[in-house]
């Protein structure tokens, strides 16, 4: 358990539907990100969130849209996504001040789009 | 931009010996860290490295940062099964955080 759960653990999807996956951290900690690992690609850095405020968005395609209600929780709302989108989707949390620190990361959210 | 470029891709090893990965960034960087992952699992933070010429061991794991801040290596000593994964680099300069393909060991009993 590393004090960030990710929900759900698999996630299989039909390109017209719209689902979230949900980021929680019980760390106290105030930055959270999310990544994409795919099998043939390097662990891609999507979105971070500092103190509840987006503070970066890698060039990510808007059918992906995040959202940080408080310090402790993120969200991910997917809709209208392609099979290339297919990939493990892991959260992960920095402490205050730990901006691209050490991260904790969630099990992740295995995704399948068909 | 900022590239992260890891060696070797793959590495497989019997038992007992020794493994190094390299990680090397275009630019300079503000620190650098290494992960773990297990096949099947997610990355588990293994240590960070701030200062140039920095060098950190853990148990049969030692870490190096370069002097110019700008390439990494990880080091194990005497393999075991139990060091089986992937083992990631991430750099961090200039605002922006970028991480290695990995390096993917394999150990033979």
């Known amino acids: 358990e590393t004090g960030v759960t990710q929900t759900p653990r698999h996630l299989v999807m039909g390109m017209t539907n719209k689902k979230s996956l949900k980021c929680e951290q019980h760390?106290?900690?105030?930055?959270m990100y999310w990544y994409k690992q795919s099998a043939k690609k390097p662990l891609e850095l999507m979105f971070v969130?500092?103190?509840?405020?987006?503070?970066e968005n890698n060039s990510v395609p808007s059918r992906f849209s995040p959202e940080c209600p408080n310090s402790s929780h993120l969200f991910l709302h997917l809709h209208t996504l392609q099979p290339e989108d297919s990939a493990l989707y892991l959260c992960a949390s920095s402490p205050l001040g730990g901006l691209y620190t050490e991260a904790f990361f969630g099990q992740g959210t295995r995704l399948t789009v068909v | 931009g900022q590239q992260v470029m890891q060696i070797p891709q793959y590495q497989h090893v019997q038992e007992g010996e020794d493994f190094t990965t390299y990680c090397n960034s275009s630019t300079t960087l503000s620190n650098i860290q290494w992960y773990k992952q297990r096949p099947g699992g997610h990355p588990v933070f293994l240590i960070q490295l701030v200062k140039s010429g920095e060098v950190k061991k853990q148990k049969r794991l030692t870490f190096q940062f370069g002097e110019a801040k700008k390439n990494s290596s990880l080091h194990i000593t005497a393999t075991q099964t139990t060091d089986v994964g992937t083992y990631f680099c991430?750099?961090?300069?200039?605002?922006?955080?970028?991480f290695g393909d990995g390096t993917t060991l394999t150990v033979k009993p």
């Open positions: 969130y500092s103190l509840e405020e987006r503070v």
């Open positions: 991430a750099g961090h300069g200039a605002g922006k955080s970028t």
């Open positions: 760390l106290g900690h105030n930055a």
